[in-house]
C-alpha cells in the first residue's frame, strides 16, 4: 500500500503549499508515489484520516487551531512542518511583542466577532514535530528531499550551513563586505540559494536562525555600519522574529 | 450546458419543517478556508451567509512603524499565490510618497514579472482549481490520468509564469527582487534571450489553451452585474490607470475610498467591500469586459474564436477570460523583452519623506489597492489594504443567491454544495489574502 501524506494549512499566506502545487510534472510523480488523502487546496479533503506524513503549513493564531494540530499529530505518524509559520510563528508573530487585542479592535470595528489568540505561535509549540523545514516560503526541493529520504526509510537530511557558506560556494561579492550593507546572511540558514546577496541586496534571514549563530557579532557589525539600535531590532524581529536565537538577540537591543 | 432540472421529491409537512444540516468541512480547491450557510424555506433561500474563517493576520497593524525598504517583503506575505500584486501596489503607493518615477526601464520590467504572475496564477487556477470541476474530477492529478496532456501543458505555463517572475524576482513565491525605486538586479542579455524562446513556444500552447476552455461545457446564464477594473488609455490595464465601471463610473486610484466603502460582517474575517452601497465584480473577468477594445487586433480575432462576445455577464466565462490573459500576458512579456537592454541601473535612489501615497494594480483575482501614510524619515504611519477577494464577497454572496435558487433548492445537499463551489471557484477567491474556504451548512424548513 502507498505511504499516506495530507498536507495542512494553518494561518497562513498559502505559499509554502505552493511548494507541492509548483513542482510542475514531479507533483504527478509523488501523485504516483504516495496517496494523497488531504490537500484541500489541491482537492482531496479528509481532514481526519489516518497518514503516514503529515505537511502542516501555517502557525497557530486561533483556539480552534489548537484542537485542530493535537487532532492532526493523533492522526500522524511523522509530521513535518513546512515554512516560517509552522516552524516559527511566522511575520504574524509579531503580534506577539504587541497589545494583539488592541490591534484587533483597531482594524474591526466589532471585535468579538473575531475568534483570534493573543499570539501566533509553532507547532512545536504544541505537539511534537519530527521535522521543520525553514524557509519563507520553503521550496519544492526540501519537500521532494524529505519525501523521498522517507521513503526510504531513512532520515531526511538537514541544511545546517550559513547563507555566507552557500554565497562562498556561488562565488557570490560579499554586500556587506563590499558595500556596507546590512546582510543577515552570517547568522541565517542556507537551503534558499543565497538568492538576495546574488541578486545585491541583504539576505532578510526568511530561512530562519542558522546553527550556532552568533548574533551578538553581527549585531555589533550593524552598530559599526551605522544602524540605530531599532534598526537592528527591526533585522532580527522580522520574518523569523519568534525564533529563540533572534527573539533574544533583537531584545538586546530594545531601548 | 443547461442543469437539466431533477425529479423534485414530493414533500409533506413532515419532512418541510425538518431541520438539515450538512456539514462539509472543506470547500476544496480554493485557496482559503471558508463555508457556505443556507437557510431555506419551501425551496426559497431565507437566508445565505458565506463564511470566512481565515485567522486575521493583521498585516495593516505591524506594517506601521516599518521602514519603506521593508514594505515590499513584508505585503508579499499577505499572499503566496500573488505575491507580485501586493509588491506592485505598495511600492508604486511609496513612490507616490516620494515623488519619485522610476523611469521607462522599471515600468517595462514590472509588467513583465507581472504578466509571469498572471500566467502562473491563472494557469494553476484553471488547472488544478477550476478544470477538475468542469471534467468531473476531483482533482487534477485524477484528471491527469485521462486528460494528461491537457493537464501537463497548465504545469508548464504554470512553470513558465513561475520562471517569469525568477527572471527578475529571484523564486516565485515572496520574490526577491522588487524594490522601491525599481528592481535589485537587472537579468543577463542572455537569460532574457533565452525566455524569449521558451514563450515564443508557450504561445501557441496557450492559443490551444483558450480553444479548450472555450468548449468546456458551462452553464449559461447572464447576471446582473457591475464590473470594476483599472483602465489605462493605450493598454490593457496591469499597473497604472483610472479606476472605471460598467456603470460609467470613472475615477482616479485616490478617490477609492469615496466609492468603496469596506465594512465588517459578523459572519467573516474578511470584509466585504461595496461600490456606491451595491455588490461589484473584479478579475479577470471584470477586466476583459472593460477592456477588451485594448488587446491587440491579433489577440482580439483568437477571442473572437470561441464565440463568446465580450462583455459577458456569464460568470462561468472567466475560465475563458483567464486563458485569454494569458495568451495576451505571454505575447506583452515577448514584446518587451525582445527589445530588453541592460539598464545602467536597474533602480534609482529615492529620498524618503513624509506624505500619503496610493497604488492600485490589478492582481490576478483583481484590482488591488493600498495606502500608505509615512513620516520623514520613509516609515510606515498608517497602511489600508483592500484585496480582491472582499470586494468580491458580496458578489460572491448575491451571485450564489441568484445562481442557487435558479439551480433548484430542491436538490441534494451534494448537488447544490458542489454548484456552490463552482460559483464560488470563478472568483478564484484567494482566502489567504482575506480567508480561506470549506463548509456548507443547509437549514431546510
Not at chain 1, 133 to 138: H, K
Not at chain 1, 163 to 182: A, F, H, L, N, S
Not at chain 2, 329 to 342: F, P, R, S, T, V
Request: proline content about 6%.
Amino acid at each position: 500500500m502507498k505511504p499516506k501524506i495530507a498536507v495542512h494549512k494553518f494561518t497562513s499566506c498559502d505559499g509554502c503549499q505552493l511548494a507541492f502545487l509548483n513542482l510542475g510534472e514531479d507533483l504527478l510523480v509523488l501523485s504516483e508515489l504516495v496517496d494523497i488523502v488531504h490537500f484541500a487546496e489541491a482537492g482531496p479533503v479528509n481532514p481526519d484520516a489516518e497518514v503516514d506524513i503529515a505537511f502542516v503549513e501555517g502557525s497557530v493564531s486561533t483556539p480552534h487551531e489548537i484542537d485542530r494540530i493535537h487532532r492532526i499529530r493523533d492522526n500522524s505518524r511523522f509530521l513535518i512542518t513546512i515554512g516560517a509559520c509552522a516552524t516559527a510563528g511566522g511575520l504574524q508573530a509579531l503580534r506577539n511583542l504587541a497589545d494583539a487585542r488592541q490591534w484587533i479592535t483597531s482594524l474591526y470595528t466589532r471585535p468579538e466577532h473575531i475568534q483570534s489568540l493573543e499570539t501566533s505561535t509553532a507547532i512545536s509549540g504544541h505537539v511534537k514535530a519530527d521535522l521543520e523545514l525553514w524557509g519563507c516560503p520553503v521550496n519544492g526541493r526540501q519537500i521532494i528531499a524529505a519525501v523521498r529520504a522517507l521513503l526510504f526509510g531513512v532520515v531526511p537530511p538537514q541544511e545546517k550551513d550559513k547563507v555566507c557558506m552557500e554565497c562562498k560556494r556561488q562565488q557570490t561579492v560579499c554586500v556587506m563586505v563590499t558595500r556596507g550593507i546590512p546582510c543577515m546572511g552570517p547568522v541565517t540558514l542556507t537551503g534558499c540559494g543565497a538568492i538576495c546577496p546574488r541578486f545585491g541586496r541583504d539576505c532578510y534571514a526568511c530561512y530562519g536562525p542558522a546553527e550556532n549563530p552568533n548574533t551578538a557579532a553581527i549585531s555589533q557589525r550593524f552598530e559599526g555600519l551605522g544602524l540605530l539600535h531599532q534598526d537592528i531590532v527591526r533585522r532580527f524581529e522580522f520574518i523569523n522574529n519568534a525564533a529563540p536565537a533572534f527573539a533574544e538577540a533583537g531584545k538586546k537591543y530594545h531601548d | 450546458m443547461q442543469h437539466l432540472p431533477l425529479p423534485r421529491p414530493a414533500r409533506n409537512i413532515m419532512t418541510e419543517s425538518r431541520r438539515i444540516n450538512i456539514n462539509v468541512p472543506v470547500l476544496a480547491r480554493v485557496e482559503g478556508e471558508g463555508a457556505l450557510e443556507l437557510s431555506v424555506r419551501n425551496n426559497h433561500l431565507e437566508d445565505l451567509k458565506l463564511r470566512i474563517y481565515e485567522p486575521p493576520r493583521l498585516f495593516e497593524k505591524f506594517l506601521e512603524g516599518r521602514s519603506y525598504d521593508e514594505v515590499a517583503d513584508i505585503v508579499a506575505r499577505i499572499c503566496g499565490i500573488c505575491p507580485v500584486a501586493y509588491q506592485m501596489s505598495a511600492v508604486h503607493a511609496i513612490e507616490q510618497v516620494f515623488a519619485c518615477d522610476p523611469g521607462p526601464w522599471v515600468r517595462a520590467m514590472r509588467r513583465v514579472i507581472y504578466c509571469g504572475e498572471w500566467i502562473e496564477s491563472h494557469s494553476l487556477h484553471i488547472h488544478l482549481l477550476a478544470a477538475p470541476d468542469f471534467m468531473g474530477y476531483s482533482s487534477a492529478p485524477e484528471m491527469a490520468r485521462d486528460y494528461p496532456e491537457e493537464v501537463r501543458r497548465g504545469l508548464r505555463l504554470q512553470a513558465l509564469g513561475n520562471e517569469l517572475i525568477r527572471l527578475f524576482g529571484g523564486r516565485s513565491v515572496h520574490p526577491v527582487g522588487v524594490c522601491v525605486g525599481g528592481f535589485h538586479h537587472a537579468p543577463t542579455l542572455t537569460q532574457v534571450a533565452q525566455m524569449c524562446i521558451k514563450l515564443q513556444t508557450a504561445i501557441d500552447e496557450a492559443k490551444a489553451l483558450i480553444s479548450w476552455a472555450a468548449s468546456l461545457e458551462i452553464p449559461e446564464e447572464s447576471l446582473a452585474f457591475t464590473s470594476v477594473s483599472i483602465r489605462h488609455p493605450d493598454e490593457y490595464p496591469m499597473n497604472e490607470g483610472r479606476l472605471v465601471s460598467s456603470t460609467g463610473l470613472d475615477f482616479t486610484i485616490e478617490e477609492f475610498e469615496e466609492h468603496i466603502i469596506e465594512h465588517q460582517v459578523a459572519h467573516s474575517t474578511a470584509f466585504h467591500a461595496l461600490l456606491d452601497g451595491k455588490p461589484y465584480l473584479v478579475g479577470p473577468l471584470a477586466r476583459i469586459n472593460l477592456n477588451s477594445d485594448l488587446l491587440p487586433s491579433h489577440i482580439a480575432d483568437v477571442v473572437r474564436t470561441t464565440g463568446i462576445s465580450f462583455p459577458s455577464q456569464n460568470m462561468f466565462h472567466s475560465i475563458v477570460a483567464r486563458a485569454i490573459e494569458i495568451y495576451f500576458a505571454l505575447i506583452e512579456a515577448k514584446n518587451i523583452l525582445e527589445e530588453y537592454e541592460i539598464p545602467r541601473s536597474p533602480y534609482i535612489d529615492v529620498n524618503p519623506q513624509s506624505g500619503v501615497g496610493y497604488g492600485c494594480t490589478e492582481a490576478p483575482r483583481g484590482l488591488l489597492w493600498h495606502r500608505y501614510e509615512l513620516n520623514n524619515k520613509g516609515e510606515v504611519v498608517k497602511a489600508t489594504i483592500v484585496p480582491p477577494t472582499s470586494q468580491n464577497q458580496a458578489r460572491i454572496e448575491d451571485n450564489l443567491r441568484d445562481s442557487l435558487e435558479a439551480y433548484g433548492l430542491d436538490r441534494s445537499d451534494d448537488e447544490i454544495r458542489l454548484h456552490g463551489e463552482k460559483i464560488i471557484r470563478n472568483y478564484d477567491p484567494c482566502i489567504s489574502c482575506s480567508t480561506h474556504f470549506l463548509k456548507v451548512n443547509i437549514q431546510r424548513q
